[in-house]
């Protein structure tokens, strides 16, 4: 078990772990955080996530001037909460508010996100930096304890989503929608099997085209007022959070 509070542990990311091999060598930026920075030592204990639902308890056995080797036990495993939910943003004019969004949504339990090529608000070809984002995305899952690694597309064509195989349900939110958020949520906890991909669109919205594309779309409304994309996206992921999690509505 935890000696300390979940809340106050140092969290650190090691894609390598496992569960069957208990001894493990670490290097990388992780290993020079830990001992050039918090200074831990053969003999400290420290908390890791294989980024697939696992929280490891690491004994520090040895260390180098490149890598160290750990000791770990398995303390947990914690099952993803939305497993099949697919958040689709618009490639935004400012990196800062798409890095926000990547942010928030990792803190709020979601793993799946996806940015898209719009037709509005954005050059064709702007590109968000895919390893910075990577990087913002794993702090973000440390920071908030998640012990799921994100899944993170750059570039993707909204197409896609259509062609995608298997059950789906799509939801398109804008303003003039007929849906209402909060009675649609149900769509979502119907189960794990139907992937879910929640379809945001850019300053100034998606075009009629774009819309088109999924004649099976529900088109949804947040709120009466207009939001920027951003807090669309926050506004949406914390209502269906306190639906599924904390089951509030």
């Known amino acids: 078990m935890i000696s300390e509070p979940l809340s106050e542990i140092e969290l650190y990311f090691f894609p390598e772990l496992n569960q069957e091999n208990q001894v493990a060598k670490i290097s990388g930026p992780e290993f020079h955080h830990i001992t050039n920075v918090m200074k831990h030592a053969p003999g400290s204990t420290i908390h890791a996530t294989d980024g697939r639902g696992n929280l490891y308890s690491c004994e520090i056995l040895d260390v180098t001037k490149k890598d160290m080797l750990i000791k770990t036990r398995l303390i947990?495993?914690?099952?993803?909460?939305?497993?099949?939910?697919?958040?689709?943003?618009?490639?935004?004019?400012?990196?800062?508010?798409?890095?926000?969004?990547v942010e928030k949504l990792i803190e709020l339990g979601f793993s799946n996100i996806i940015f898209y090529r719009a037709k509005r608000s954005v050059s064709q070809s702007k590109l968000l930096p895919?390893?910075?984002?990577?990087?913002?995305?794993?702090?973000a899952m440390k920071q908030s304890l998640s012990?799921?690694?994100?899944?993170?597309?750059v570039d993707y064509r909204l197409e896609s989503v259509q062609n995608e195989s298997g059950a789906k349900k799509i939801i398109i939110f804008e303003a003039k929608g007929e849906h209402v958020w909060e009675d649609n949520i149900k769509v979502i906890k119907e189960g794990t099997n139907t992937k879910i991909y929640l379809l945001f669109g850019p300053e100034g919205g998606m075009t009629d085209d774009e819309i088109r594309q999924f004649p099976e779309t529900l088109l949804t409304n947040l709120t009466?007022?207009?939001?920027?994309?951003?807090?669309?996206?926050?506004?949406?992921?914390?209502v269906l959070r306190n639906s599924i999690v904390k089951n509030i509505l």
């Open 147 to 153: 012990l799921w690694e994100p899944n993170l597309l």
């Open 76 to 101: 947990v495993h914690k099952d993803q909460h939305f497993p099949n939910v697919f958040f689709c943003l618009p490639l935004l004019k400012s990196t800062d508010r798409a890095e926000f969004c």
């Open 130 to 139: 895919l390893e910075r984002m990577q990087k913002i995305a794993v702090a």
């Open 224 to 238: 009466d007022n207009r939001l920027r994309s951003e807090t669309a996206v926050v506004y949406a992921a914390s």
